[in-house]
């Protein structure tokens, strides 16, 4: 893990007038926005046993530098499911989609990772889950993986926000617009990146006969 406070040195050169802890907080948040954006952290966060009276389920990171910014795949005894939609529930489930048991087929997702398996399991099964993470409100450290291919991506992020905050000494909107388009530029690459490396899996979901 890479610790923040190593990292602000790089902002001083742009920012002379901006102070260590102050750098260090931005980093911070250009990092989860970078995160949050390009989904480019990414982990198997948690492989569990679950049956029905565990949902809805609540994805834990197992980390608390980390924390779920949503969930990319669930896969159950091995077998991909959808990510579906509350419709697609409804029309596999009918009346009675949220307590129908049997093999999950697809899976739904309220914000911060947590789910519901559609049907749910009917007895004991094993849940794999991956999530994109994204760095906590409180972070001290960001993965490696990130820091070390994406690191001028973050620092620009972090020269943007500083630099658009009005009225302190190191304030320079022409900085700002500078780095916000490296630091989007960076963005987009890291996402065309993700993108391009997962495929959910699809399937039609056929009405339940009533």
């Known amino acids: 893990m890479a610790n923040l406070e190593d990292y602000a040195w790089r902002i001083l050169p742009s920012l ?6 102050v750098a260090i907080q ?17 982990s198997t ?18 980390d608390s530098d ?9 896969s159950v005894n091995g077998a991909d499911l959808v990510h579906g939609s509350l419709q697609d529930a409804k029309n596999f489930g009918g009346d009675n989609w949220k307590t129908k ?12 990772g ?9 007895v004991a099964m094993q849940v794999e889950i991956t999530a994109s993470l994204v760095p906590s409100a409180n972070a001290l450290t960001i993965p490696d993986s990130i820091m070390d291919v994406w690191q001028d991506t973050i620092t620009s992020g972090a020269i943007s926000m500083l630099a658009a905050i009005p009225n ?43």
Do not use: Q
Request: hydrophobic fraction near 40%; charge should be negative.
């Open 45 to 62: 966060v948690e492989t569990v046993s679950l049956t029905s009276g565990d949902f809805p389920y609540t994805v834990d990171s197992g």
């Open 26 to 42: 931005y980093l911070r948040l250009a990092a989860i926005e970078f995160c949050r954006r390009s989904s480019a952290l990414e």
């Open 114 to 122: 947590v789910i519901t398996l559609i049907p749910l399991p009917s």
């Open 16 to 21: 002379p007038a901006c102070p260590d802890p």
């Open 168 to 210: 302190k000494p190191w304030t320079n909107p022409e900085l700002h617009a500078y780095h916000r388009e490296i630091f989007y530029s960076g963005v987009d690459e890291a996402k065309g990146e993700f993108h391009a490396n997962h495929i959910r899996p699809t399937m039609s979901i056929a009405t339940s006969p009533l």
């Open 101 to 112: 048991t049997g093999v999950p087929e697809l899976y739904l997702e309220r914000p911060y």
């Open 66 to 74: 980390v924390i779920v910014n949503k969930v990319l795949a669930v």
